[in-house]
């Protein structure tokens, strides 16, 4: 099976680069040949290269900027490959790279994954546009894929709702994780270390593109209501600008909070495992996610996890009680936030149920499998 990604793949994208690199390791041992086309702007570092994988970079034209991803030397790749593939996997919608497929003629069967985009939060950023995109095309490019990939429940709704009908071939595949990279983890302490917080400090981490739908609106201000009874608390901000690192900045200014918020850019690696073993919670109070991998790698670590309903497993954290929800409200963040910090007990009784419940639903292996047999049932 030859299967192309079509798809922005670089370290700034987050969390859908690394689902395409965990799914690749797979089915190249499964025995596919998978190629990754992906768009690049100037300055933006392309993600980790699966071994036996073939990369394809296009420079994004300055179109871009109003057409997400626009390339013509994308199209012209892939005009001249696309009757090399069985499977062109397209993530996500309202991207140029998505659209190709559609305007030539090939073989390949098309795969779409809905990767949260079609909430009716995420729908209504740049709403008008959307729907007119949706209106002229969209809508039916995506209703004409031979298999669509939702991660829940609320992702097969969302679709249903969009589409205005059931799709007829639509599969239920959650996100994973290579588990094994979570075998050998960090001492404690070496984080705290290295940004000079206390031992015994309360220490919250965000971990996450610095995007407005990541709920740092609520965060920010729960905190800062936090400090009021724990002075000596901590709350570190670390992932890349995605257009929401001047409200932080902002906030931090105006209240003055820059000793207790700590802002690392981003942190990949070991370095980004010494951050999640150090936190007491890992906070995410998101208003839309598709599966969250980061929080589910601060589950797997062992961390305590506050976040909403919206974060892609919602109703699963609440059925096996891994986590501590929270709604889109300032004082209920803040009340998680306080049932988490002054309950220590409690604290670690849900990481360790976290901790269960990720490594029972976020094998990788089982995951990707699942989805190359859902290809070849296609082919």
Same mark, same amino acid.
């Not at 995109?133 to 679709?159: G, M, T």
């Not at 000079?196 to 729960?222: D, H, M, T, W």
């Not at 007990?345 to 976290?354: D, E, M, P, T």
């Given at each position: ?220 201000? #729960? ?70 991998? #980061? ?78 047999? #859902? ?5």
């Amino acid at each position: 099976m030859k299967i192309l990604n079509l798809c922005g793949y670089s370290w700034e994208i987050g969390g859908p680069a690394k689902v395409i690199y965990d799914h690749t390791n797979v089915q190249i041992q499964l025995g596919a040949e998978v190629t990754i086309l992906t768009p690049l702007s100037e300055g933006e570092r392309l993600y980790i290269i699966p071994e036996g994988a073939k990369v394809v970079t296009t420079k994004r034209h300055w179109l871009a900027r109003f057409i997400p991803e626009f390339s013509p030397e994308l199209y012209r790749y892939y005009r001249q490959h696309a009757h090399e593939y069985d499977i062109v996997h397209i993530h996500g919608p309202f991207h140029f790279a998505g659209w190709v497929p559609f305007w030539v003629r090939s073989k390949a069967k098309k795969v779409f994954t809905v990767h949260g985009t079609l909430d009716r939060w995420a729908m209504q950023k740049s709403g008008w546009k959307k729907q007119l995109i949706s209106a002229l095309f969209q809508r039916k490019y995506v209703a004409q894929c031979d298999l669509i990939q939702v991660h829940n429940p609320d992702e097969e709704e969302d679709l249903k709702r969009y589409l205005g009908h059931t799709h007829p071939h639509v599969v239920m595949i959650n996100n994973g994780m290579l588990l094994s990279d979570y075998d050998q983890l960090p001492a404690k302490g070496i984080f705290r270390k290295k940004f000079g917080i206390a031992e015994q400090a309360p220490l919250i981490l965000f971990l996450s593109r610095i995007n407005v739908k990541k709920g740092l609106n609520l965060l920010l201000p #729960a905190f800062q209501n936090l400090l009021k009874t724990y002075p000596e608390a901590r709350l570190c901000i670390t992932g890349p600008d995605d257009g929401y690192l001047s409200y932080v900045t902002d906030f931090i200014q105006k209240h003055q909070l820059s000793q207790q918020i700590i802002l690392t850019g981003m942190l990949t690696g070991t370095d980004k495992l010494e951050a999640i073993v150090d936190a007491d919670v890992f906070a995410l109070p998101t208003y839309s996610e598709s599966f969250s991998l #980061a929080a589910l790698e601060a589950m797997v670590c062992g961390t305590a996890v506050l976040t909403t309903d919206r974060i892609g497993f919602g109703h699963l954290l609440k059925q096996n009680h891994a986590a501590e929800l929270v709604t889109h409200d300032v004082s209920d963040v803040e009340r998680g936030l306080r049932r988490l910090i002054d309950d220590p007990v409690y604290r670690l009784q849900l990481a360790a149920k976290g901790q269960t419940f990720a490594r029972d639903v976020a094998d990788i292996k089982k995951v990707a499998t699942r989805l190359y047999r #859902a290809f070849e049932s296609i082919l």
